[in-house]
Each structure stands twice: as C-alpha cells, then as structure tokens.
C-alpha cells in the first residue's frame, strides 16, 4: 500500500509475576517506568540502566497532552533534533499506573536505546516522553544498522533519477542526485512511529499537521517538500521499487527541485503488525 504527498503515538493495557515494586510515589511516572527498566518487566527482557529526568521533555508531554504533533512539541520545547522521541499515553487510576505500563508496552519503555524521560500528567491521564541519544529507529527496536539502509535507499533513487525514467505516462530527464538530511530522516521516523503506534495511514498526521508543517516545526526552511509513504514492504529494495512503479510516487522522486531526502520506517503495533514507512524529500531554501 502506497500514498504520497507533496507540499506540504496508544494507551497500554498481562500481569506479570514476579515484579512486585511499586512507584517511590502514587502516579510517579518517571518512578514507575525505573521499576520497568531495572526489573527487565518481570524478567521478561533483560535489566536496563534508568532513564533521566528532563525538564524539557516535561513540557514536550505536556504540549503533545494539548494536541501537538509530537515532533512539533519537542521542536517547541528546544528539544535538540538530533534525538529521537516517543510518546505513549495511559489512563487509570494512579495505583495502577504501573501495572498500566507494563501490560503491552513494557518492551518500548524498556528499549536500551533510551536515555532520558519526561511526563505530564492531567487528572488519570499520563503522557510520557521517552528520548534516545540519535533520531533513528533503533529508539523503537526497528534496526541497528538503519545508516545502511538509508544509505542503499538513496542509493537506488540516486541511480534512478542518474539515469532518467517514465512514471506512468510521462517521461522524465536524469536529475541531479540529491543527499541524506537526517533532519528529514528524523521527521519522516517520527511521522511513520505515530501511524504505526495509532494504526492509521495518512498524510496528515493526528494532529492535522501536512508533512510541510512537520518538517517547519522543527526548524528545517524549505521551499518545497514532498511525501511517499508505504505500509507492508520488507526491505529497502521493495519500497522504493513500489514507489518507483507507483506514477505519482515515482514523481515525486524524480521531481528535479528536490535536492535531500530522509527515509525511516517503524513496525506497527496494533491489529497492523507490517512496516509502516516514510520519504520526506525536500526542496532546502538557501
């Protein structure tokens, strides 16, 4: 399943035995997800190091709590960009915060990629923002070797644009090759994480933000910017192949104007178990 563009994370809900601690205070979030991580969930995953506390992740939290696109929220806040975050969201009763978290998302809280933490809460509501130290899909367990990937994807858009292609019914003239942003790579993973957690297949992300208004929110001055996303290839090679034999994908990755491109993909997490992927390409204002 293919989409494009141009121009312009769920609530956890499994006992597990043996984990018996409980949070240093009631709905202590940071406390809770420390339990987590040092107890390996039970012993289910091995121990991890805890999490920081940053302040500014706490008002990350709380602007994604009002509505804001997650990326949006931590480019507000002035969390640097080249960290990668996540969000998940629970509800319930402070006493049960822990059991909460550990019901189907004990795994994502207890990714070793993750460094540092913030949270906000709102009646039984608990929004927490977890960060890894680079903005690559490692921070979710997707791959350790995504510098490659990305690399073998601009790879093969670069030979194609080289040498010149059809999409559909119009013919297109070699284009320049265009460079990896790890800016876009870093947007394009945040907007494939939200479509993966929230099992849809847009766009627009939940906020209603376009990929231009993702990609402005964090900093980066376009003059044009284009989307391809895809939700099912395994590799690489079968989604930019899809997109290739897709017109309207395919234009986009031959359009001239564009000049850098960041690439991400994120497993689903609810009834969709596929990769979700997403290009970003963009036209940089100079």
């Keep these: 399943m293919n989409c494009l563009s141009l121009t312009r994370m769920g609530s956890l809900l499994l006992l597990i035995a043996g984990l018996t601690a409980s949070p240093s205070a009631p709905g202590d979030a940071l406390s809770a997800v420390q339990v987590l991580r040092e107890g390996g969930c039970g012993g289910i995953v091995p121990a991890v190091r805890p999490l920081r506390h940053n302040a500014v992740l706490d008002r990350t939290a709380q602007q994604w709590a009002a509505g804001m696109a997650l990326s949006a929220a931590a480019a507000r806040s002035g969390y640097g960009t080249k960290s990668s975050t996540m969000g998940v969201h629970v509800s319930g009763p402070d006493a049960s915060l822990l059991e909460l978290l550990r019901r189907s998302e004990c795994r994502t809280v207890t990714s070793q990629a993750l460094r540092e933490m913030g949270f906000y809460r709102r009646g039984q509501n608990f929004w927490l923002?977890?960060?890894?130290?680079?903005?690559?899909?490692?921070?979710?367990?997707a791959t350790a070797h995504w510098p490659v990937l990305s690399t073998r994807a601009l790879h093969l858009v670069n030979e194609v644009r080289a040498r010149g292609t059809r999409c559909g019914g119009r013919s297109f003239a070699p284009a320049r090759p265009m460079t990896l942003s790890a800016t876009l790579a870093g947007v394009a993973f945040g907007h494939a994480t939200d479509m993966a957690v929230h099992n849809y297949f847009e766009h627009e992300d939940l906020a209603g933000q376009s990929p231009a208004d993702r990609v402005r929110a964090v900093g980066y001055k376009e003059k044009l910017v284009g989307e391809n996303i895809a939700y099912g290839p395994k590799s690489v090679e079968e989604v930019v192949q899809g997109w290739l034999d897709s017109p309207g994908h395919c234009e986009n990755i031959m359009d001239a104007r564009f000049g850098e491109m960041g690439i991400a993909f994120a497993a689903g997490r609810t009834t969709r178990r596929?990769?979700?992927w997403v290009q970003l390409l963009a036209a940089p204002r100079v």
């Design 129 to 141: 923002v977890l960060a890894s130290d680079y903005m690559t899909p490692a921070a979710s367990g």
């Design 274 to 276: 596929g990769l979700y």
